[in-house]
Nanobody, 123 residues
Framework: QVQLVESGGGLVQPGGSLRLSCTAS????????IGWFRQAPGKEREGVAC????????DYADSVKGRLTISRDNSRNTVYLQMNSLKPEDPAVYYC????????????????WGQGTQVTVSS
């Protein structure tokens, strides 16, 4: 069964850091482009970072550039999202997703989705 599971969310103070993990089962994550998305209450789901299947290309939303880093560990079948300098506007449910080909910020491009992990930023 194809499955993506996110973990690592939680409560952090402004300026703090979190590392989200996205672990796949039932398929090999290395062959897929991976995107991280977030959705806050009342807002549309937006892409924050993506990485191509060969790790050559990464892309970030302007709002997170310089603060978030996407990477993968193929030996663990896992993709990470390192989140630094978290801001009050970052809280959302964060999702990872896998696409067959091109890495993109368009959620409609992705075939497999995790269930999400909550990130809360509060002092």
């Amino acid at each position: 069964q194809v499955q993506l599971v996110e973990s690592g969310g939680g409560l952090v103070q402004p300026g703090g850091s979190l590392r989200l993990s996205c672990t796949a089962s039932g398929f090999t994550l290395a062959y897929y482009a991976i995107g991280w998305f977030r959705q806050a209450p009342g807002k549309e789901r937006e892409g924050v970072a993506c990485i191509s299947s060969n790790d050559v290309n990464t892309d970030y939303a302007d709002s997170v550039k310089g603060r978030l880093t996407i990477s993968r560990d193929n030996s663990r079948n896992t993709v990470y999202l390192q989140m630094n300098s978290l801001k009050p506007e970052d809280p959302a449910v964060y999702y990872c997703a896998a696409a067959f080909h091109i890495a993109t910020m368009d959620p409609g491009h992705y075939a497999y989705w995790g269930q999400g992990t909550q990130v809360t930023v509060s002092s």
